[in-house]
């Protein structure tokens, strides 16, 4: 179908899941929600770049940062998209963080050859929005709007 | 996902099928770092068929080019597609890498 | 992704779309849910057979039969999937209607000859429960367990 | 979807392309009635390249054997995979329409 049959269809697709802590299921977990963004035609680029890279860092960190690997903790995903915008939600087990004091500028000189540290700045930089919310764990929200950068 | 090594006049070519992410990344940074040991010191890595790439992939480049530079060798880049191009100009790692074109092109100079 | 990885996932998705009343969608329809049903790796004669057919009965009543193709109404589409069942909820802006007194039995000798009235008899042989709502329209809820018919 | 006519010894053959439902239908009835109005009378619709079929296609194929049979034709139905045979039983039309296992076998006995 047509991007333009999908408009007609006011099409909206949910999805949600628990993933055990481990980062063998991240691939898979980015894979499922990029074909739900293709199924609404969701811009290629955005599909194949925006997307996958910034899910796959907020579930690093959640699976890694957050539930440190513990067999006993879940990360929650839940992704809404529609014609007009992907929010993904994930939620891990942890402390939660704050963005503002986590993130540092990894092109700056004195962190440009660090092997770490870049994964907010490109969730950040990929995503339209970054919010956190504390909700009985630490949910990252993330939006993307279909067309323009503009809010 | 996986990574494809050979030698091409002089040159570790490794060819990244599929995505470079926190789950394979210290498969390729063994890899890299055993040809290494042997005495190797040109590497190219070809993205002709890589996915996406997220931080930790990019990490291991960043280290990998290091630990080479540090033993008189060189780590060179080929075939970034539009989407990994537009990664490493967000993340200014087109600054720190030698990125060329084609495989060709990037052997040619080695 | 195995059918084993998606039990681990608890994998839920959820498509909501709203389509003007002209049969030329249905066929669109079909293969974006059947698209879902495959993504939770549901029962592969279940994906080409009971879910199409079941499904393509309900939108051609609903468009044909309660919306009388007219243009100034619509029908809405709610499809549910998880391990465990596929929930369809179908909504058209008709009068409702009785399953017991519209459907007839299709395979007796004096209706085996004729055209029309094999679509509910379909629908209730092809899932595993068939109800019937009103609630602002008409609501026809169709369930299809991923295993055993038995409920 | 779509409908490919041709005609192989004596017999117009039909193959469904695609799903027959209630958004194509009519083209079906139409083709095969203009043909039978042309006076061929023997006729072989095969489903090797179906998807699906709903209520409103098997009306249509119940319609047609009707009207080719009250103009002393015959239609014949090939190549229905499980799960039409599985339709074709629930709706008992197994037992109105000849149906052959593949396109060769409904040819030769006509
Ligand atoms: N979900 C999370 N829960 C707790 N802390 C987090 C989370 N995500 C990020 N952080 C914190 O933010 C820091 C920076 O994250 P990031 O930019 O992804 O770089 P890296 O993970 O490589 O350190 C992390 O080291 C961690 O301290
Ligand atoms: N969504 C609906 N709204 C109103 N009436 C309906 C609806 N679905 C079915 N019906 C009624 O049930 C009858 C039988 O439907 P069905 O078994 O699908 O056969 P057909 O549509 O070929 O008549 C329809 O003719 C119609 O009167």
């Known amino acids: 179908m047509s991007a333009n049959y999908i408009d ?11 993933a055990p802590s481990d980062i063998r299921f991240i691939e898979g977990i980015v894979a499922l929600i990029q074909r739900q963004c ?8 955005k599909c194949s770049l925006n997307i996958p890279v910034a899910l796959s860092e907020a579930l690093a960190n959640a699976i890694l940062r ?20 992907l929010v993904i939600e994930i939620r891990d087990e942890g402390p939660g963080f704050d963005l503002r004091t986590s993130m540092r500028d990894p092109t700056l000189d004195e962190n440009i050859t660090r092997e770490d540290g870049r994964g907010l700045f490109l969730m950040t930089r990929l995503m339209d929005r970054i919010e ?20 | 996902m996986s990574f494809a090594i050979k030698k091409q006049s002089e040159v570790v070519v490794v060819d990244v099928e599929g995505q470079l992410i926190v789950g394979n990344r210290q498969e390729l940074k063994q890899k890299v770092l055993d040809e290494l040991e ?13 996915g996406y790439i997220d931080s930790s992939g990019l990490g291991v480049l960043v280290s990998l080019s290091k630990k080479i530079r540090e033993q008189g060798g060189e ?29 060709e092109r990037a052997l040619e100079t080695f």
Chains 1, 3 share one sequence.
Do not use: W
Request: aromatic share 6%; with cysteine.
């Open chain 1, 8 to 18: 007609t269809l006011q099409l909206r697709l949910t999805l949600e899941l628990c």
């Open chain 1, 38 to 45: 293709k199924e609404v035609s969701f811009p290629s680029s």
């Open chain 1, 66 to 85: 957050a539930n440190k690997e513990d067999p006993g903790k879940q990360v929650y995903v839940r992704s809404a998209i529609d014609n007009d915008r």
């Open chain 1, 132 to 151: 956190l919310f504390n909700n009985n764990g630490n949910v990252v929200r993330m939006t993307l709007n279909r067309h323009a950068e503009a809010e």
């Open chain 2, 38 to 50: 042997r005495g190797e010191r040109k590497f190219l890595i070809d993205f002709s068929q890589t």
């Open chain 2, 75 to 103: 780590l060179r880049l080929a075939n970034l597609n539009e989407d990994l191009k537009t990664l490493f100009e967000l993340t200014k790692l087109d600054t720190l890498f030698q990125i060329a074109d084609t495989r």
